[in-house]
Nanobody
């Protein structure tokens, strides 16, 4: 069983920054596509960003373009989400996700097979 361990959340003021990290428990497993989703109370899980194995393809939700940056780490099966200019509406639990194969619809949470437990991001206004 592969687990994704996501971390880096916290409380930050509006306009501030946070960096989320995600690492797979099984380094021998190659995860081609990794992404971040978020969910706030009463809302559906929302796509944030995704990236392919080599980092050659990235996708972002319109709401975070220009503010968030997703990147792959030097270590295998790691991914980061740099979040700048945070807004109160970014408050949510952020989940790391992954899949071993390429995904056509990177913004569809149903395409992913591995998930982290989530890390809380709270932005105070």
């Amino acid at each position: 069983q592969v687990e994704l361990v996501d971390s880096g959340g916290g409380l930050v003021q509006a306009g501030g920054s946070l960096r989320l990290s995600c690492e797979a428990s099984k380094r021998t497993l190659s995860i081609y596509t990794m992404g971040w989703f978020r969910q706030s109370p009463g809302k559906e899980r929302e796509f944030v960003a995704a990236i392919t194995w080599t980092g050659g393809i990235t996708r972002y939700a319109d709401s975070v373009k220009g503010r968030f940056t997703i990147s792959r780490g030097d270590a295998e099966n790691t991914v980061f989400l740099q979040m700048n200019s945070l807004k109160s509406e970014d408050t949510a639990v952020y989940y790391c996700s992954g899949r071993r194969e390429p995904i056509r619809y990177m913004d569809d949470f149903r395409e992913y097979e591995y998930w982290g437990r989530g890390t809380q991001v709270t932005v105070s206004s």
